[in-house]
């Protein structure tokens, strides 16, 4: 791993407050320090299906609609070119089974009634910042698909049929981020978003799930963390939280190593 340095004050973002949230430590490695790690099949298939999904969308939005097949092509190319960027390690995975299984999702996805969503698209892949005072540090975030009325759309590659309410729970705080971020740049009140779950079986699922409106406990609820966050940052509390999200990470051998926490940002 070649470790390089970031400002975790620099800003916040949706996947620096959940990767702080679950393990402090982990956090440290990979968003202070910088530690790289091999790319996972399931995150290389999810980046790929992301790039060819943008690829189409963005072609909707200028107004030349792309065929199927150029969608597929964007999505492996995208492949090879991550593949470039970032080591995989596919383990007991082949990379043609992985490569299928992507081409499926994007496929799936062409053939469903969401690849017609009759909404114009105002943005795809919009990065927004937000440098309101009353937050503890700038918020940024890229949004995958904005479709009219200011409604966030967020792709998900997922591995299994999805339990919707659990679902939401877990990304409350992405898309309470969405609304800040959407409300500050058109100072309109956003639409509620959308998450479209990309479920990779062999007969792929694509389900849409619309959400409630973000209300002002959510909203409190993130503004709250996000000082929680800063606070603990300013404090150098970078200490590890064992829990089952220790099965998949790779930093088990920095971890076992930590007996004291690092200095403070």
Avoid at 77 to 103: F, H, M, N
Avoid at 236 to 257: E, K, L, T, V
Wanted: glycine share 6%; hydrophobic share 35%; net charge negative.
């Amino acid at each position: 791993m070649t470790p390089s340095t970031g400002d975790p004050l620099a800003y916040m973002s949706a996947s620096r407050l959940k990767s702080f949230l679950t393990c402090r430590l982990k956090f440290y490695y990979e968003k202070v320090l910088g530690l790289k790690s091999p790319s996972s099949p399931n995150l290389q298939i999810g980046k790929a299906v992301h790039a060819g999904l943008e690829a189409f969308h963005r072609a909707q939005w200028q107004g030349e609609p792309m065929s199927s097949a150029d969608a597929l092509q964007a999505y492996q190319e995208a492949y090879t070119a991550l593949e470039t960027e970032e080591a995989v390690e596919y383990g007991d995975k082949s990379r043609e089974d992985c490569l299928t299984t992507g081409g499926r999702v994007v496929n799936a996805y062409l053939e469903s009634e969401l690849s017609k969503d009759p909404r114009s698209i105002l943005g795809i892949e919009v990065m927004l910042r937000s440098d309101d005072k009353r937050l503890p540090v700038p918020l940024l975030g890229v949004l995958d698909l904005v479709r009219e009325g200011n409604v966030p759309v967020d792709f998900k590659t997922i591995g299994a049929t999805p339990n919707l309410q659990e679902e939401a729970w877990a990304n409350e705080l992405q898309l309470s981020i969405y609304h800040l971020l959407l409300h500050d740049a058109t100072d309109e009140t956003p639409a509620p978003g959308e998450l479209v779950y990309l479920v990779k079986l062999k007969s792929p699922k694509v389900i849409q799930h619309k959400l409630p409106a973000v209300n002002d406990t959510q909203l409190e609820r993130l503004r709250t963390l996000m000082d929680i966050y800063v606070d603990g940052v300013k404090r150098g509390d970078f200490y590890p939280s064992p829990g089952m999200h220790c099965r998949w990470c790779d930093f088990r051998g920095q971890c076992r190593a930590w007996t004291s926490k690092p200095k403070a940002a």
